[in-house]
């Protein structure tokens, strides 16, 4: 005969599912051992997991599998299951969504649709959720900033450096944080600042500690930070002396970078609108980059002139 686990009485909101594992482990069974040592070892694969996927991975039964998380203190698998995704929603919901959506019929083509029908649609959102008053005092605090920061990790990494390429033209000093050197580089950036300054930190759904910790960091060294970010709970939000949210999804991933972007573009036009001799500057960039420029028809009559040369020259036999 089997030897069963002890059934632990109810997880309590702010204990974590590896404690209450590591708590119940010497009492489980040997398989119920297993399957704690699973999920403690891959908390986010298990959090991603059907119980059929789960009871695979370890070699049980569903059975075996709806009885480990009773012996936890959960009525079954998907209470201990809503458990695990706790803490993980931002990153797991484009997981479960790509799930559904590869199990409904569609071709490339109905998805294509569908995800710039999103995307259009979050901008439309941008356009009427973004507080007026909050973009009016985010491009006041750029323009009175002697240095700019834009710091962004992960995605929002490819969005700074957008920020400060729209920005560069208009502004004396804007620096990205997010390229080479990592946090610890950044840290030294952001040392050098002063009341005078500013950092724009971006922190989407997948938020990263390093955004976090630098800007907080730069509050407290006395650095004006304004956050943008998806909703008032994001963890950037406490060390922020100003916040403009951009609440946008996105069907098969965590955030709409197109919404966000747009936001970033708003936010340079209003610069570029309101900057000193901003026309001068403008002007000035186009005419400093033209060497690197290529006329289209330029190219297309070098095209033009190659194909005639071609079709005119004799050929060899």
């Known amino acids: 005969m089997s030897r069963r686990s002890p059934v632990l009485p109810p997880i309590s909101a702010d204990e974590s599912i590896s404690a209450r594992i590591a708590a119940a482990m010497p009492m489980l069974t040997p398989i119920h051992q297993r399957m704690g040592a699973f999920v403690t070892a891959n908390l986010f694969r298990s959090a991603t997991m059907r119980i059929d996927e789960f009871a695979a991975a370890v070699g049980a039964s569903i059975a075996t599998a709806n009885r480990f998380a009773r012996a936890l203190g959960f009525s079954g698998y998907p209470a201990f299951r809503d458990a695990l995704v ?20 569609a071709n490339g083509a109905q998805v294509f649709e569908a995800s710039l029908d999103q995307a259009a649609s979050n901008v439309r959102l941008a356009q009427t959720s973004v507080d007026a ?7 006041d605090a750029i323009l009175n900033a002697q240095r700019v920061f834009v710091l962004g990790y992960g995605a929002s990494a490819f969005l700074a450096g957008l920020m400060e390429h729209g920005l560069t033209p208009y502004c004396a000093n804007v620096q990205s944080l997010a390229l080479g050197g990592g946090p610890s580089h950044a840290a030294r950036r952001l040392f050098t600042a002063t009341r005078d300054d500013l950092l724009v930190a971006i922190a989407f759904p997948r938020y990263v500690d390093d955004t976090i910790t630098l800007a907080r960091q730069a509050r407290e060294h006395g650095v004006r930070v304004v956050a943008l970010t998806d909703s008032a709970a994001s963890p950037l939000v406490r060390f922020a002396d100003l916040v403009l949210t951009i609440r946008a999804e996105r069907r098969l991933a965590a955030n709409c970078d197109t919404a966000v972007l747009a936001v970033i573009e708003a936010l340079c036009d209003a610069v570029a609108h309101r900057a000193k001799r901003s026309v001068e500057a403008a002007s000035g960039l186009a005419e400093f980059v033209l060497p690197w420029l290529a006329a289209p028809s330029a190219v297309h009559g070098a095209s033009a002139s190659s194909k005639r040369q071609l079709q005119t020259e004799p050929r060899e036999t």
């Open 86 to 105: 706790r803490g993980f929603e931002a990153t797991i919901a484009p997981v479960e969504r790509l799930r559904s959506s590869v199990q409904t019929p």
């Open 133 to 139: 008053a909050k973009a009016d005092a985010l491009v």
